[in-house]
Protein backbone atom coordinates (compact mmCIF):
# COMPACT_ATOMS: atom_id res chain seq x y z
CA UNK A 1 0.00 0.00 0.00
CA UNK A 2 2.52 2.41 1.03
CA UNK A 3 4.48 2.09 -2.41
CA UNK A 4 0.85 2.10 -4.19
CA UNK A 5 0.69 5.59 -2.08
CA UNK A 6 4.11 6.76 -3.33
CA UNK A 7 3.20 5.92 -7.05
CA UNK A 8 0.47 7.80 -6.48
CA UNK A 9 1.76 10.74 -5.94
CA UNK A 10 4.71 10.67 -8.06
CA UNK A 11 1.86 10.15 -11.11
CA UNK A 12 0.28 13.35 -9.92
CA UNK A 13 4.00 15.23 -9.57
CA UNK A 14 4.77 14.46 -12.73
CA UNK A 15 1.12 15.58 -14.48
CA UNK A 16 1.76 18.81 -12.22
CA UNK A 17 5.05 19.34 -13.51
CA UNK A 18 4.08 18.60 -17.48
CA UNK A 19 0.94 21.13 -17.29
CA UNK A 20 3.68 23.80 -15.91
CA UNK A 21 6.67 23.25 -18.24
CA UNK A 22 4.09 23.07 -21.52
CA UNK A 23 1.24 25.82 -19.99
CA UNK A 24 2.85 27.90 -17.08
CA UNK A 25 3.70 30.98 -17.28
CA UNK A 26 6.59 32.66 -15.48
CA UNK A 27 5.41 35.02 -12.42
CA UNK A 28 7.05 37.36 -10.28
CA UNK A 29 8.11 35.21 -8.15
CA UNK A 30 9.96 32.96 -10.70
CA UNK A 31 11.38 35.81 -12.51
CA UNK A 32 12.94 36.73 -9.14
CA UNK A 33 14.45 33.15 -8.95
CA UNK A 34 15.98 32.77 -12.38
CA UNK A 35 17.67 36.15 -11.70
CA UNK A 36 19.05 34.47 -8.50
CA UNK A 37 20.22 30.84 -10.34
CA UNK A 38 21.73 32.92 -12.97
CA UNK A 39 23.73 35.27 -10.28
CA UNK A 40 24.76 32.06 -8.60
CA UNK A 41 25.91 30.13 -11.88
CA UNK A 42 28.21 33.24 -12.78
CA UNK A 43 29.40 33.36 -9.39
CA UNK A 44 30.07 29.39 -9.85
CA UNK A 45 31.41 29.34 -13.48
CA UNK A 46 33.75 32.27 -12.45
CA UNK A 47 35.19 30.53 -8.97
CA UNK A 48 36.00 27.02 -11.53
CA UNK A 49 37.43 29.43 -14.42
CA UNK A 50 40.27 30.87 -12.08
CA UNK A 51 41.21 27.53 -10.65
CA UNK A 52 41.25 26.50 -14.53
CA UNK A 53 43.75 28.73 -14.73
CA UNK A 54 45.48 28.29 -11.36
CA UNK A 55 45.93 24.56 -12.50
CA UNK A 56 47.68 25.70 -15.95
CA UNK A 57 48.64 28.61 -15.09
CA UNK A 58 52.49 28.80 -17.42
CA UNK A 59 55.26 27.88 -15.49
CA UNK A 60 56.91 30.83 -13.29
CA UNK A 61 60.09 31.61 -14.55
CA UNK A 62 62.54 33.37 -11.90
CA UNK A 63 65.24 35.87 -12.92
CA UNK A 64 68.58 35.35 -10.72
CA UNK A 65 72.11 36.99 -11.32
CA UNK A 66 75.07 34.69 -11.55
CA UNK A 67 77.33 34.29 -8.75
CA UNK A 68 80.25 36.78 -9.44
CA UNK A 69 83.20 33.86 -9.11
CA UNK A 70 81.35 32.24 -11.95
CA UNK A 71 81.01 35.22 -14.16
CA UNK A 72 84.53 36.11 -13.63
CA UNK A 73 85.54 32.68 -15.38
CA UNK A 74 86.73 32.47 -18.79
CA UNK A 75 84.61 29.61 -20.83
CA UNK A 76 87.90 26.81 -20.21
CA UNK A 77 87.54 27.36 -16.38
CA UNK A 78 83.93 27.09 -17.02
CA UNK A 79 84.12 23.79 -18.48
CA UNK A 80 87.08 22.59 -16.22
CA UNK A 81 84.52 22.75 -13.54
CA UNK A 82 82.02 20.91 -14.90
CA UNK A 83 84.55 18.09 -15.42
CA UNK A 84 85.78 18.15 -12.24
CA UNK A 85 81.66 18.25 -10.71
CA UNK A 86 81.19 15.23 -13.21
CA UNK A 87 84.28 13.37 -11.54
CA UNK A 88 82.87 14.20 -8.27
CA UNK A 89 79.64 13.06 -8.63
CA UNK A 90 79.97 10.27 -11.89
CA UNK A 91 75.86 10.09 -11.80
CA UNK A 92 75.87 13.10 -12.99
CA UNK A 93 73.84 13.32 -16.83
CA UNK A 94 73.83 16.69 -19.32
CA UNK A 95 71.77 17.52 -22.09
CA UNK A 96 75.02 18.53 -24.16
CA UNK A 97 77.56 16.44 -23.14
CA UNK A 98 80.21 17.42 -25.16
CA UNK A 99 79.33 21.42 -23.61
CA UNK A 100 80.36 22.37 -27.23
CA UNK A 101 77.45 24.28 -28.62
CA UNK A 102 76.80 25.87 -25.16
CA UNK A 103 77.04 28.95 -24.45
CA UNK A 104 79.38 30.25 -21.85
CA UNK A 105 76.57 31.91 -19.54
CA UNK A 106 74.61 28.31 -19.88
CA UNK A 107 77.68 26.76 -18.25
CA UNK A 108 77.85 29.36 -15.54
CA UNK A 109 73.92 28.46 -15.01
CA UNK A 110 74.68 24.53 -15.08
CA UNK A 111 77.19 25.27 -12.45
CA UNK A 112 74.22 27.14 -10.07
CA UNK A 113 72.32 24.38 -10.99
CA UNK A 114 74.47 21.08 -10.45
CA UNK A 115 75.79 22.95 -7.09
CA UNK A 116 71.92 23.84 -6.02
CA UNK B 1 35.55 16.86 -8.89
CA UNK B 2 34.95 19.42 -11.52
CA UNK B 3 33.33 19.43 -15.14
CA UNK B 4 35.43 20.42 -18.02
CA UNK B 5 35.57 24.10 -19.65
CA UNK B 6 33.78 22.86 -22.94
CA UNK B 7 30.83 21.74 -20.85
CA UNK B 8 30.96 24.31 -18.74
CA UNK B 9 30.57 26.94 -22.09
CA UNK B 10 27.63 24.51 -22.95
CA UNK B 11 26.50 25.20 -19.64
CA UNK B 12 26.33 28.52 -19.70
CA UNK B 13 24.87 29.04 -23.26
CA UNK B 14 21.98 26.95 -22.60
CA UNK B 15 20.91 28.03 -18.77
CA UNK B 16 19.05 30.61 -20.14
CA UNK B 17 16.49 32.96 -17.99
CA UNK B 18 13.55 31.38 -19.52
CA UNK B 19 14.78 28.06 -18.78
CA UNK B 20 15.80 28.76 -15.49
CA UNK B 21 12.33 30.48 -14.39
CA UNK B 22 10.90 27.16 -15.63
CA UNK B 23 12.84 25.10 -13.24
CA UNK B 24 12.25 27.09 -10.74
CA UNK B 25 7.81 26.89 -11.89
CA UNK B 26 8.66 22.73 -12.19
CA UNK B 27 10.32 22.10 -8.95
CA UNK B 28 6.95 23.94 -6.87
CA UNK B 29 4.83 22.48 -9.00
CA UNK B 30 6.31 19.23 -8.19
CA UNK B 31 6.49 20.15 -4.39
CA UNK B 32 3.15 21.07 -4.01
CA UNK B 33 2.39 17.62 -4.31
CA UNK B 34 4.01 16.68 -1.77
CA UNK B 35 4.01 19.17 0.49
CA UNK B 36 0.55 18.19 2.21
CA UNK B 37 -0.55 20.37 5.26
CA UNK B 38 1.93 18.91 7.50
CA UNK B 39 4.69 20.36 5.42
CA UNK B 40 6.86 17.40 4.83
CA UNK B 41 8.68 19.36 1.88
CA UNK B 42 7.95 23.04 1.28
CA UNK B 43 8.27 25.31 -1.22
CA UNK B 44 12.01 26.71 -0.17
CA UNK B 45 12.72 22.67 -0.79
CA UNK B 46 12.11 23.53 -4.29
CA UNK B 47 14.81 26.57 -4.24
CA UNK B 48 17.25 24.22 -2.66
CA UNK B 49 16.59 21.40 -4.91
CA UNK B 50 17.01 23.77 -7.92
CA UNK B 51 20.30 25.16 -6.79
CA UNK B 52 22.04 21.81 -5.79
CA UNK B 53 20.90 20.35 -9.60
CA UNK B 54 22.75 23.33 -10.94
CA UNK B 55 25.70 23.44 -8.89
CA UNK B 56 26.36 19.31 -9.14
CA UNK B 57 26.37 19.83 -12.62
CA UNK B 58 28.75 22.69 -13.19
CA UNK B 59 30.81 20.95 -10.60
CA UNK B 60 30.37 17.54 -12.04
CA UNK B 61 28.96 15.90 -9.25
CA UNK B 62 26.04 15.55 -11.37
CA UNK B 63 26.78 13.79 -14.47
CA UNK B 64 25.45 15.64 -17.98
CA UNK B 65 26.46 14.37 -21.50
CA UNK B 66 25.49 17.32 -23.87
CA UNK B 67 25.58 14.84 -26.75
CA UNK B 68 22.72 13.14 -25.32
CA UNK B 69 20.65 15.57 -23.75
CA UNK B 70 19.62 19.09 -23.92
CA UNK B 71 20.27 20.86 -20.10
CA UNK B 72 16.37 21.63 -20.00
CA UNK B 73 15.81 18.01 -20.13
CA UNK B 74 18.87 16.78 -17.22
CA UNK B 75 17.94 19.36 -15.30
CA UNK B 76 14.23 18.64 -15.09
CA UNK B 77 14.81 14.94 -14.39
CA UNK B 78 17.57 15.38 -11.94
CA UNK B 79 14.77 17.85 -10.05
CA UNK B 80 12.22 15.32 -10.81
CA UNK B 81 14.31 12.75 -8.94
CA UNK B 82 15.52 15.22 -5.75
CA UNK B 83 12.02 16.00 -5.11
CA UNK B 84 10.83 12.37 -4.72
CA UNK B 85 13.77 11.65 -2.77
CA UNK B 86 13.56 14.22 -0.61
CA UNK B 87 9.67 13.59 -0.30
CA UNK B 88 10.84 10.05 1.01
CA UNK B 89 13.30 10.98 3.27
CA UNK B 90 11.55 13.19 4.71
CA UNK B 91 8.94 10.33 5.63
CA UNK B 92 11.39 8.49 7.14
CA UNK B 93 12.95 10.78 9.75
CA UNK B 94 9.69 11.93 10.88
CA UNK B 95 9.43 12.21 14.31
CA UNK B 96 7.61 12.10 17.31
CA UNK B 97 7.38 15.41 18.97
CA UNK B 98 7.46 14.66 22.08
CA UNK B 99 9.80 12.05 22.22
CA UNK B 100 12.38 12.39 24.93
CA UNK B 101 14.99 10.99 23.35
CA UNK B 102 16.52 10.22 19.83
CA UNK B 103 15.44 6.45 19.67
CA UNK B 104 12.18 7.14 21.50
CA UNK B 105 11.47 9.75 18.73
CA UNK B 106 11.93 7.32 15.70
CA UNK B 107 7.87 6.97 14.37
CA UNK B 108 7.55 3.42 13.85
CA UNK B 109 6.71 2.01 10.16
CA UNK B 110 3.34 1.63 10.23
CA UNK B 111 2.80 5.13 11.76
CA UNK B 112 5.05 6.80 8.79
CA UNK B 113 2.67 4.56 5.95
CA UNK B 114 -0.16 5.88 8.02
CA UNK B 115 1.29 9.53 7.23
CA UNK B 116 1.54 9.06 3.98
CA UNK B 117 -1.92 7.43 3.54
CA UNK B 118 -2.81 10.78 5.09
CA UNK B 119 -0.75 13.04 2.53
CA UNK B 120 -2.62 11.07 -0.22
CA UNK B 121 -5.74 12.02 1.18
CA UNK B 122 -5.13 15.21 1.80
CA UNK B 123 -4.17 15.87 -2.03
CA UNK B 124 -7.37 13.96 -2.92
CA UNK B 125 -9.54 15.90 -0.69
CA UNK B 126 -7.87 19.20 -1.87
CA UNK B 127 -8.84 18.22 -5.65
CA UNK B 128 -11.81 16.82 -4.96
CA UNK B 129 -12.88 20.47 -3.13
CA UNK B 130 -12.01 22.09 -6.87
CA UNK B 131 -13.64 19.69 -9.36
CA UNK B 132 -16.80 20.65 -8.12
CA UNK B 133 -19.48 18.84 -10.32
CA UNK B 134 -16.56 18.57 -13.34
CA UNK B 135 -17.90 14.70 -13.75
CA UNK B 136 -15.41 13.82 -16.27
CA UNK B 137 -12.58 15.21 -13.66
CA UNK B 138 -13.99 13.21 -10.57
CA UNK B 139 -14.04 10.32 -13.07
CA UNK B 140 -10.55 10.72 -13.76
CA UNK B 141 -9.74 11.09 -10.37
CA UNK B 142 -11.63 8.15 -9.16
CA UNK B 143 -9.97 5.95 -11.25
CA UNK B 144 -6.29 7.01 -10.04
CA UNK B 145 -6.98 7.36 -6.25
CA UNK B 146 -9.66 3.73 -6.01
CA UNK B 147 -8.43 1.82 -9.23
CA UNK B 148 -4.61 3.25 -8.90
CA UNK B 149 -4.92 3.48 -12.73
CA UNK B 150 -2.30 5.55 -13.60
CA UNK B 151 -1.59 5.53 -17.29
CA UNK B 152 -3.34 6.57 -19.74
CA UNK B 153 -4.47 3.19 -21.46
CA UNK B 154 -5.20 1.85 -17.90
CA UNK B 155 -7.55 5.60 -17.36
CA UNK B 156 -9.19 5.37 -20.56
CA UNK B 157 -10.04 1.59 -19.66
CA UNK B 158 -11.56 1.85 -16.01
CA UNK B 159 -13.44 5.06 -16.77
CA UNK B 160 -14.96 4.40 -20.75
CA UNK B 161 -14.49 7.99 -21.33
CA UNK B 162 -13.32 8.66 -24.89
CA UNK B 163 -9.94 9.92 -25.88
CA UNK B 164 -11.04 13.90 -26.10
CA UNK B 165 -13.06 13.53 -23.02
CA UNK B 166 -10.21 12.26 -21.34
CA UNK B 167 -7.68 14.95 -22.95
CA UNK B 168 -9.78 17.55 -21.63
CA UNK B 169 -10.37 16.36 -18.63
CA UNK B 170 -6.53 15.80 -18.04
CA UNK B 171 -5.77 19.11 -18.17
CA UNK B 172 -8.26 20.40 -16.31
CA UNK B 173 -7.02 18.08 -13.37
CA UNK B 174 -3.20 18.77 -14.19
CA UNK B 175 -4.22 22.87 -14.12
CA UNK B 176 -5.87 21.76 -10.70
CA UNK B 177 -2.68 20.40 -9.29
CA UNK B 178 -0.81 23.91 -9.49
CA UNK B 179 -3.48 25.33 -7.02
CA UNK B 180 -2.83 22.72 -4.26
CA UNK B 181 -2.24 24.49 -0.97
CA UNK B 182 1.23 25.08 -0.05
CA UNK B 183 2.38 26.36 3.53
CA UNK B 184 -1.23 26.80 4.69
CA UNK B 185 -0.51 25.08 7.93
CA UNK B 186 2.20 24.29 9.96
CA UNK B 187 3.36 21.29 10.98
CA UNK B 188 1.86 20.10 14.75
Not at chain 1, 2 to 27: C, F, I, K, V
Not at chain 2, 48 to 61: K, P, Q, R
Not at chain 2, 109 to 133: N, P, Q
Amino acid sequence: MTEDNWDLLDALADAAARYEAEEGEPTRDSRAAALRYRAFIDDRLATLGRADLEAHAPARVTHRSIRPDLLAMTRDKLVAYIRRLQDQQPGLGFAHRSLVDVSDDDLRTMIEDIES
Amino acid sequence: MTSEPTLRARFDAEATPALLDKLQRVARARVRVYAGRTHHVGESDADDIVMSCLADTMDGALHWDPAKKALESHLLDAIRFRVRDLARKRLRELRQVDARDEEAAAVPADDRARELGRLVTEVVVSLEERIGDDRDVALLLDAMVRHRALERAEILKETRMSKAAYRNARRRLDRMLLQLPVDLRRAP
